[in-house]
């Protein structure tokens, strides 16, 4: 027995075929397509990710650099303060140098000795013109002394301003002898500043005291000698020396120690 299929009803199947074909491998294509995209999206999630981290990781990274910029800032002004304090004194001390006559550039020995050697000299040539005036005021006063008694017919007054102007030169010439032997106590004299790289030292007695530049000291620690010295510059109540000799083997000059008058010796 034979089947007929008629030739329209098999056009119709293979189009029904064909249609449900289609329509099932757009559906498979969707899915996929589908699938495709939710990969893409975890895998866009999980860049964001780690792009947040990262940009965290260098917030901390640009906050602890800022914390330590901030620490260094601070840490440049109190140095710079603490520099400008410094130099601050270190001028003063610089100022206090050069008023005594040290030179801070050229800290050579030939430098101090030339300053020691003109000082010297100055005193000298002080000392000549001292000696010079109080001759010349003696001489006045003496041959002052003998008009006087040539003149018997003075008035009184004149002749008592004549005698009292006399005896008033007299005790002015006849005072600094005197002066000095009272004032020159040095017991409680003491170094107050030193600079060890030119052997300068100050102390605590100056004219007050009855020195005078040229005179030469002793430096003491207890009662025993260390180093002689011989004052460069004089001030009221301060004095500066410059060390020479080494009288003993006690150590270094430092502050604290005192100062004596050389045996014998006075002022200039």
């Known amino acids: 027995m034979k089947l007929f299929v008629h030739p329209k009803s098999l056009r119709s199947a293979l189009a029904a075929a064909w249609v449900v074909l ?13 699938g495709g995209e939710a990969v893409e999206v975890r895998e866009l999630r999980a860049a964001l990710k780690v792009a947040q981290e990262q940009a965290g990781a260098e917030r901390k990274r640009a906050d602890e650099a800022e914390a330590k910029r901030r620490a260094l800032v601070g840490s440049l002004a109190e140095a710079v303060r603490v520099s400008e304090e410094q130099l601050t004194a270190s001028r003063e001390t610089e100022l206090k140098l050069q008023a005594l006559g040290v030179d801070l550039i050229a800290r050579d020995s030939d430098t101090i000795e030339q300053r020691l050697l003109k000082a010297v000299r100055d005193l000298d040539i002080s000392q000549q013109e001292v000696e010079r005036q109080t001759g010349a005021i003696h001489r006045l006063s003496e041959s002052f002394l003998k008009v006087l008694k040539a003149s018997p017919s003075l008035p009184e007054a004149v002749r008592t301003e004549a005698e009292v102007s006399l005896a008033a030169a007299d005790a002015a010439l006849a005072e600094p002898s005197g002066a000095d032997s009272d004032s020159l ?12 790289a030119i052997g300068l030292i100050v102390f605590d007695a100056g004219r007050q005291s009855g020195l005078r530049v040229g005179t030469p000291v002793t430096v003491l620690r207890g009662d025993r000698p260390l180093y002689s010295a011989l004052i460069v510059d004089v001030r009221d109540s301060l004095s500066g020396a410059v060390l020479q000799d080494r009288m003993a083997d006690a150590g270094d000059v430092e502050i604290g120690d005192g100062i004596r008058l050389l045996p014998e010796q006075n002022t200039l």
């Open 22 to 34: 289609c329509l099932g491998g757009g559906v498979v294509a969707d899915a996929q397509e589908a």
């Open 185 to 196: 106590d040095l017991s409680e004299a003491r170094i107050v500043s030193m600079d060890s």
